[in-house]
């Protein structure tokens, strides 16, 4: 995979003078590597930033002293001040973090302490001697479209948000199929009759959506996949726009239905309500170690054939 470098980057702020770090699981593991990090980052001269939840869950991360190592820092200060931000967990941390910093343009770095880790490609055990890489300026940046999505309900905008997987119209609590209809650019594509639609980034083409028979999307392709949940149908299938189609749900009839942002952030829909959906002017920049390759993580994520050999 070709990616830019990261001192021409536009996203990336060279040299590193303050990293932030972003964690979620209020476990030792989380507490040792944030302080392993802190510690190694502080004594290279790095002014290093702990978002204030994370600090918080962490109560016993030592750096707090006459001689502290770290700062605590929301997110509107991390935006503000770091040049780079390392999260500390799986892609679930990682999906949170990209939609606090996204419009602060913060480039992050993922250390991985889930378990797939599609977007968190720096092991724990390789961190501190990937800090060499980060400072020196031989990660490589890669910058993944976002989307923007919002309800419309009687002519106003009641809810909105950003996903850096997806956006999903479901049927909710109650189970019931809903009815809705389905628009790209204004242009009326199907009525539908289904437990929902997926729509999809190439970064959430191995999320959701690849469990729901969506196709595998490069990051550099500029496209959004339109995938049905459990369509009342055998012909609907997923249909793949272009990154700068508006995209338009219309709930024709739901007893109970629902929009989520990246599975995290949730709100209620009604019949006659309208999801808006389009490509943010904002985008996530991730940093990445060398060697890095999206086809090896995927054949190592996914569990694919090995590595042909060569003679």
């Known amino acids: 995979m070709t990616t830019s470098s990261p001192s021409s980057g536009p996203d990336c702020r060279y040299p ?11 476990s030792r593991e989380i507490v040792e590597s944030l302080s392993l990090l802190a510690k190694n980052l502080h004594d290279r001269g790095v002014e290093v930033l ?3 939840a994370t600090a918080s869950l962490s109560a016993d991360l030592p750096g707090t002293g006459d001689a502290p190592v770290w700062t605590r820092c929301e997110y509107a200060g991390i935006g503000a001040r770091a040049d780079a931000a390392i999260v500390l967990g799986g892609d679930g941390t990682m999906l949170n973090v990209a939609r606090h910093l996204a419009r602060h343009r913060v480039p992050l770095v ?3 302490q889930g378990r797939l880790g599609f ?14 890489d980060l400072l020196s300026g031989r990660f490589t940046t890669e910058s993944r479209l976002l989307l923007s999505g919002e309800i419309v309900r009687g002519g106003r905008v009641v809810a909105s948000n950003l996903a850096l997987n997806e956006v999903v119209v479901d049927k909710g609590a109650i189970g019931r199929l809903i009815d809705f209809d389905l628009y790209v650019d204004g242009e009326f594509l199907y009525n539908l009759r289904s437990d929902g639609v997926i729509v999809s980034t190439p970064t959430g083409s191995t999320a959701y959506s690849l469990s729901a028979n969506g196709p595998i999307m490069h990051p550099q392709v500029s496209g959004i996949a339109l995938v049905p949940l459990c369509p009342h149908s055998l012909t ?15 709930i024709v009839h739901a007893d109970d239905s629902r929009v989520h942002f990246d599975g ?7 019949s006659g309500d309208v999801m808006r959906i389009r490509r943010s002017e904002d ?3 991730f940093l990445h170690p060398p060697g890095y390759s999206y086809f090896a993580m995927l054949r190592k994520k996914l569990h694919w054939s090995r590595q ?3 003679g």
């Open 236 to 250: 609907n299938r997923p249909v793949l726009v272009g990154d700068r189609n508006a995209i338009e749900i219309r």
């Open 50 to 52: 702990v978002e204030e």
């Open 264 to 270: 995290q952030v949730t709100f209620d829909m009604k």
């Open 119 to 132: 977007m968190t490609d720096v092991a724990r055990t390789d961190m501190l001697s990937c800090v060499d």
């Open 110 to 112: 993922g250390v991985n």
């Open 16 to 26: 590193l003078r303050t990293i932030a770090l972003i964690g979620k699981y209020q």
């Open 283 to 285: 985008s996530v920049c």
């Open 308 to 310: 042909p050999a060569t």
